[in-house]
């Protein structure tokens, strides 16, 4: 024990309490010490407690100040303390014998830069210690910051008071080079230890009571008057602020600042000041909240996915996806292969947003149950009714994202019907019935525990596994035949069939509100072979700081994908690879978004444009409808300047949409208003573009 400890106790009118506080101190079985005492007015007796105790022991350092506020005097305490490591003890409280031996330890083995102990309560008129933590529940808890947020709500054995107040810690003295005490600040232990935590790389936290608070009735009782009152109202606002400075989410903050405001108006209130200004404030901020909605709830709806760990981008894709839009999830991973460590790891981030994922396992028993030549995982939401203990669970696939709010449906109702989901419109049942996509559905898993659909759809498909052409899609529909809830198209747009459902985009939405992207034509393959790619690559990319963004749970628009406008496009749709000047121009304009796009699998030489920052390549996109119109809508202009036949449709779709067309003369095979130019004057063409683009800025 060679690195000394500064302990710093503020003292103001503590007589009766001071020298239990002392020889607390004095008795520490760590003893290299300094003990800073800061006498900031005390009218009382404790100066001269504190100058005997200063003649005692060489190690007590004493200083006496007009009363500038506790504040003041933890700034005196800190400008002269000479330690390795900080701890303040307030006066009128104690500490255990092994209180700064433990916090010392701890600290140096977990190599942290603060460590925290829990406290006990003692009640001096009752003579009675009434919050007390036993020896058997002793544990350890390190927090990196981002963990250290959550843990400021955690309310099991007051940790959250615990974290918070300024005692009851061991910190490293070079954290306040740069953080010093809010002057005159109510709230002040909370503001200086949130900065401080967020500065340091680990906290360490000790479930042990080492400090002991002291309820004396001598002691002032807290006065919600206006000024104490708005200044608290302030540091909270503070508080707010620095935490979504950070990227962290606010709902439990806004939780607590909704609360405080409640309990001011109420204090205020009993104390017959509602006609004053802080009244007035006071009410009008939470008037203003109460606005937007409570999105912090205990009770969570069920969320479904099933799939094994190749999917594991896919999975946190559509979660990250569904918690953009919404709070309170809990979802169930139905899988054989994912590890503890990542449930561990993303519950983490979940618990932030008042969500959670369930690690639903099945093993070889599971799966020996029924017959499959087809990938078991997609036969894994059979056991949804197993794991699921809610009534009603979303099951959605892991190759589709959410863009918006899906709470309707946890209320929908079925109609006595075990789903509802979104006709499949590519195929059709045995004599020409109308099948689901089950790729989406809303199951009441209360009705599928008391039918045991689980037995039925394993039997099915152990006899029908070979005979039918949609797997388990096929075998859902043989189950549930005409017993289903038909929903909208809205619920899972399959990128694929849009152009058969008749769909057409519901007014105020810029993306279909559930987009599923099926077949082989997925998102993160290097060639776009399908229309939204850009929005399963927004939510893939996201970090858990942006999902936080959507505070107000927004359904997706355009603008969050594109906050700085869409960048300007141009298209080149072709069935040959062969294109003059195409790379040239690519070079020439690389703030310039180029979309190359076939109805045919592209060469290995048109697959390489990728490589370049401004390229996405289409690929096979023949009969991809909603595609070409994707296409058309996203792109300010087509170049017209690839050899071969060309495709009509898309040219009359610019001409139509009055979308200027560029081409090479000696290309152009149709008359579509194209401004052309000769191969050689390629260069006039792209400035024409760039100033196309200034233009549109």
């Not at 036993?134 to 959250?160: C, H, M, R, W």
């Not at 020409?432 to 394993?458: E, P, S």
């Not at 298209?571 to 121009?585: A, F, G, K, M, Q």
């Not at 194209?674 to 100033?691: G, L, P, V």
Request: hydrophobic share 40%; aromatic share 12%; glycine share 4%.
């Amino acid at each position: 024990m060679t690195e000394k400890i500064s302990v710093i106790i503020p003292v103001y009118n503590v007589e009766n309490q001071l020298q239990t506080c002392l020889d607390s101190v004095l008795s520490q079985t760590y003893q290299n010490l300094e003990i800073i005492l800061i006498n900031y007015g005390s009218t009382d007796n404790s100066d001269a407690i504190c100058r005997s105790y200063a003649a005692r022991d060489s190690r007590i350092l004493y200083f006496k100040k007009d009363n500038g506020g506790l504040s003041d005097a933890r700034h005196i305490g800190i400008r002269q303390a000479k330690g390795t490591y900080v701890t303040y003890v307030d006066a009128e409280d104690w500490v255990e014998p092994t209180y700064l031996e433990e916090l010392y330890k701890t600290l140096q083995a977990h190599k942290a830069d603060i460590a925290v102990a829990n406290y006990s309560v003692y009640k001096e008129s009752e003579d009675l210690f009434y919050f007390y933590i036993k020896d058997e529940d002793y544990y350890e808890q390190v927090y990196s910051p981002a963990q250290i947020i959550d843990g400021l709500f955690e309310e099991t054995n007051n940790i959250n008071i615990a974290l918070i107040s300024a005692t009851g810690k061991l910190y490293k003295r070079s954290l306040f080079n740069d953080l010093l005490f809010p002057k005159e600040h109510a709230g002040e232990d909370g503001f200086f230890n949130l900065k401080a935590y967020l500065m340091s790389e680990r906290t360490v936290y000790l479930n042990k009571g080492l400090y002991v608070y002291r309820e004396s009735p001598e002691m002032p009782s807290a006065t919600w008057m206006q000024d104490w009152m708005m200044t608290l109202v302030y540091a909270m606002e503070e508080r707010l602020a620095i935490v979504a400075s950070h990227g962290f989410p606010l709902e439990k903050y806004m939780v607590t600042y909704r609360q405080m405001l409640e309990a001011c108006l109420k204090n205020v209130e009993e104390q017959g000041l509602r006609d004053s200004d802080a009244y007035r404030s006071i009410q009008e901020k939470f008037q203003v909240l109460s606005l937007a909605p409570q999105r912090y709830e205990t009770k969570k709806r069920a969320i479904v996915l099933a799939a094994n760990y190749t999917y594991v981008d896919q999975v946190l894709t559509t979660i990250k996806s569904i918690v953009f839009h919404h709070r309170n999830i809990r979802f169930y991973l139905i899988n054989d292969d994912f590890s503890q460590e990542w449930f561990r790891g993303l519950n983490r981030h979940l618990a932030a947003f008042g969500s959670e994922v369930i690690n639903c396992r099945v093993d070889s028993s599971h799966i020996k149950q029924f017959k499959t030549n087809s990938n078991y995982a997609s036969y894994l939401r059979y056991f949804v009714a197993d794991f699921v203990s809610e009534e009603r669970a979303l099951y959605l696939d892991s190759d589709m994202v959410v863009t918006g709010s899906l709470e309707d449906l946890f209320t929908l109702d079925l109609q006595g019907r075990p789903l509802a989901a979104v006709r499949d419109y590519a195929v059709q049942g045995q004599d020409r019935q109308a099948m689901f996509d089950a790729g989406f559905m809303v199951i009441d898993t209360a009705y599928w525990k008391q039918y045991n659909m689980r037995r039925h759809l394993i039997d099915m498909t152990s006899e029908w596994h070979d005979k039918v052409p949609f797997a388990e899609q096929s075998i859902l529909n043989m189950v549930f035949c005409n017993n289903w809830l038909t929903l909208s198209f809205d619920n899972n747009y399959a990128v694929t069939k849009s152009s058969l459902s008749g769909y057409h985009l519901p007014n105020g939405q810029d993306y279909p509100k559930v987009l599923h992207y099926t077949s082989h034509r997925k998102p993160w393959l290097p060639l776009a072979c399908q229309a939204y790619r850009e929005v399963w690559w927004f939510y893939a990319q996201m970090d858990w700081s942006g999902v936080a963004e959507n505070a107000a749970l927004l359904p997706l628009s355009e603008d969050m994908i594109y906050p700085k406008g869409r960048p300007f496009t141009c298209l080149v749709y072709t069935n040959i690879s062969e294109i003059p000047h195409l790379t040239d121009l690519i070079l020439a304009l690389p703030k310039v978004q180029f979309k190359i796009a076939s109805r045919q699998h592209v060469t290995d030489k048109l697959a390489q444009l990728i490589t370049y920052p401004n390229v996405t390549v289409y690929s096979a996109i023949a009969g991809l409808n909603g595609l070409d119109l994707e296409l058309v809508r996203t792109s300010d202009l087509l170049l017209d300047i690839n050899p071969g036949r060309k495709v009509v449709e898309i040219l009359d779709a610019f001409r139509f949409e009055n979308k200027p067309i560029l081409g090479f003369e000696d290309l152009k095979s149709t008359k579509h208003n194209q401004q052309t130019y000769s191969r050689d004057r390629w260069k006039e063409m792209a400035e024409t573009i760039r100033q196309m683009r200034k233009k549109s800025l």
